[in-house]
């Protein structure tokens, strides 16, 4: 079968696969050449990165940065994968010792009676330990050495087997970066959500205010019969209307506040923040920066990576399996019949020898480990290449929903600015009976939706600036 080969182009890179017939020892490799990609598929190019910030400088907020302090040394996750990385660095230690020779001290005791109609008893009876001296009867077996074994690395099976080990060591710890990424971005959502329903809830309480006044306004109205029955109940109604609302959004406060304390691995507690400059907080220009830039900032592309490297070495130590393995076995010591003569120059022993093995026949189980490891390369190159064009395109929506949500958000201040005068024109002229209550009810009911638009479109800006750092690959610094 005639050797195929397929080349995977991706932005920021280009992947050279090239399978050979696995019936033979295989002469796969993967070559990676790196390539800049052009910034008009990307973004507008920057001299910085805002991903290059910390994230107590991105969200400089001191309620903010405590909670994720607070998270960073007690989330139960991380902590579960701060125990993976110390199984990964404990994995290395255990590869690097099998190159390594292995050297066991031995020692040992025993009696033996051999039978006097036995081969091995009718030799000793035969010969004199010492001249005149027979074997005693039973005669005793001590020893005490070294031996060691060694297995030469030929094929580089043994350090290829090490370094893939260590470049999944830092695969493991580029995924504890992006767990402290997202764990970051999770917090900083949650924090805006509670400081928005904040707002959402001031809202509601003055348009209670404002309602409660209303209705008191309508019912002098009636005893001056101004108005009938009906208007006081459609403006009660709307009052009791507005009423609910505030209750949903203390349930929403109550379940944000426990999510926070979930994240931080606490038990409930009040979050502290300050929620009264929430729509008035900035969202400055932010540098997405090149391209390459992503690549080396986000810890799940790099990760990726890692992954990648570490499953090209496996195709080389399962390539490896195919070709004869040299083992050298050596050994030391004394042994004698008694302990008196352990230690004689008499009683040293020794040994050496060389063992060369080769798969000949039924070699099935081998091809089916290397044909495994090929697969698990090309695997992990796809899974590259995915997590490349996700980064890519989740950094463009981003940057769009920070830009779009800005411009929305100034467009939602202007309607707002507009119905909370149509509020007061509308009760001049209610009150001036040139209007009726149901024009009165109907602004109020618009500026109330718009007031709750606006903290709405304000928490999606914040979040869209959250999200595009942890697109960015920040958050973990």
Same mark, same amino acid.
């Given at each position: 079968m005639k050797n195929t080969i397929s080349t995977i182009f991706f932005t920021g890179a280009v992947l050279l696969l090239i399978p050979q017939n696995s019936c033979r020892p295989p002469q796969n490799t993967l070559r990676i050449?790196?390539?800049?990609?052009?910034?008009?598929?990307?973004?507008?190019?920057?001299?910085?990165?805002?991903?290059?910030?910390?994230?107590?400088?991105?969200?400089?907020?001191?309620n903010l940065e405590a909670l994720i302090d607070s998270a960073l040394s007690n989330n139960q996750e991380l902590n579960i994968i701060l125990q993976e990385i110390e199984i990964s660095k404990n994995e290395i230690k255990a590869r690097k010792g099998e190159y390594l020779p292995f050297v066991h001290a031995t020692g040992g005791s025993g009696l033996e009676k051999p039978g006097h109609y036995t081969k091995q008893?009718?030799?000793?009876?035969?010969?004199?330990? &010492?001249?005149?001296?027979?074997?005693?009867? %039973? *005669?005793?077996?001590?020893?005490?050495?070294?031996s060691a074994t060694w297995e030469i690395d030929v094929w580089k099976k043994l350090r290829n087997a090490k370094f893939a080990a260590q470049k999944?060591?830092?695969a493991t710890t580029e995924g504890k970066n992006f767990m402290v990424t997202k764990l970051v971005a999770e917090i900083a959502d949650a924090y805006y959500e509670l400081m928005a329903l904040d707002n959402l809830l001031n809202i509601i309480e003055k348009n209670i205010e404002t309602q409660q006044n209303a209705l008191k306004v309508v019912k002098q109205q009636k005893e001056s019969a101004r108005v009938t029955q009906l208007a006081i109940n459609r403006f009660e109604a709307q009052l009791l209307n507005t009423e609910n609302l505030k209750y949903a959004v203390r349930q929403?406060?109550?379940?944000?506040?426990?999510? &926070?304390?979930?994240?931080?691995?606490?038990? %409930? *507690?009040?979050?502290?923040r300050s929620s009264v400059d929430f729509l008035q907080m900035p969202v400055d220009s932010i540098q997405a920066g090149l391209p390459s830039q992503l690549l080396e900032n986000r810890p799940d592309i790099k990760q990726a990576e890692y992954e990648l490297e570490a499953a090209k070495l496996d195709v080389k130590v399962a390539r490896a399996n195919f070709f004869p393995s040299f083992t050298m076995n050596a050994g030391s010591g004394f042994q004698a019949f008694s302990a008196i003569y352990l230690f004689k120059p008499q009683s040293v022993l020794y040994n050496a020898a060389g063992d060369v093995v080769a798969p000949l026949i039924n070699r099935n189980a081998i091809k089916a480990a290397y044909r495994n490891a090929s697969a698990r390369q090309i695997q992990a190159v796809y899974n590259y290449e995915q997590k490349i064009i996700n980064a890519y395109a989740d950094v463009l929506n981003q940057l769009a929903k920070v830009e779009n949500y800005t411009n929305s958000f100034q467009t939602k201040q202007r309607q707002v600015e507009l119905l909370m005068e149509s509020i007061s024109v509308a009760n001049t002229l209610f009150n001036s009976a040139r209007a009726d209550y149901g024009e009165v009810l109907f602004t109020q009911r618009e500026a109330l939706e718009a007031k709750m638009d606006l903290v709405e479109v304000k928490l999606k800006q914040m979040n869209a600036k959250v999200n595009l750092y942890r697109a960015l690959g920040g958050g973990w610094r």
């Open positions: 050449e790196n390539k800049k990609t052009p910034e008009k598929y990307f973004m507008q190019s920057y001299s910085s990165n805002a991903a290059q910030l910390s994230w107590r400088q991105y969200f400089a907020d001191k008893g009718v030799v000793e009876k035969q010969l004199d330990v &010492l001249p005149g001296k027979k074997f005693p009867e %039973p *005669s005793g077996d001590f020893m005490l050495g070294a999944r060591f830092l929403k406060i109550t379940e944000t506040e426990n999510r &926070l304390n979930l994240l931080c691995g606490r038990f %409930p *507690s009040p979050i502290k």
